[in-house]
Nanobody, 120 residues
Framework: QVQLVESGGGLVQPGGSLRLSCAAS????????MGWYRQAPGRQRELVAT???????NYASSVKDRFTISRDDAKNTVHLQMNSLKPEDTAVYYC??????????????WGRGTQVTVSS
């Protein structure tokens, strides 16, 4: 079973930045891509950003031009650079490896998440 560890969350003021990381115990991201999700209190988990194994990326409209997903294949790690953070970005962020070689589709593998709080 693949193990995932998210890190990098914290408390940041509006307009600030954070860089989240997701480390996997295998090279599953290289093979199947991955997605970043977030879940705010009382709300459903939502998809924030994805990349397919071949490199194409997609972003939710709410984070486009502010968030950037990147990968370090040598370390089996994926990052989410978050800039110009807003209070509505407050949530627990999760990474999720994909299941398809050509495009990202969600798996049932989840880590514990990392809390991001944007507040003054």
């Amino acid at each position: 079973q693949v193990q995932l560890v998210e890190s990098g969350g914290g408390l940041v003021q509006p307009g600030g930045s954070l860089r989240l990381s997701c480390a996997a115990s295998t090279n599953i991201f290289n093979m199947y891509g991955m997605g970043w999700y977030r879940q705010a209190p009382g709300r459903q988990r939502e998809l924030v950003a994805t990349f397919a194994a071949r490199g194409s990326t997609n972003y939710a409209s709410s984070v486009k031009d502010r968030f950037t997903i990147s990968r370090d294949d040598a370390k089996n790690t994926v990052h989410l650079q978050m800039n110009s953070l807003k209070p509505e970005d407050t949530a627990v962020y999760y990474c999720n490896p994909g299941t398809h070689l050509l495009y990202y589709t969600a798996s049932d593998i989840w880590g514990r998440g990392t809390q991001v709080t944007v507040s003054s």
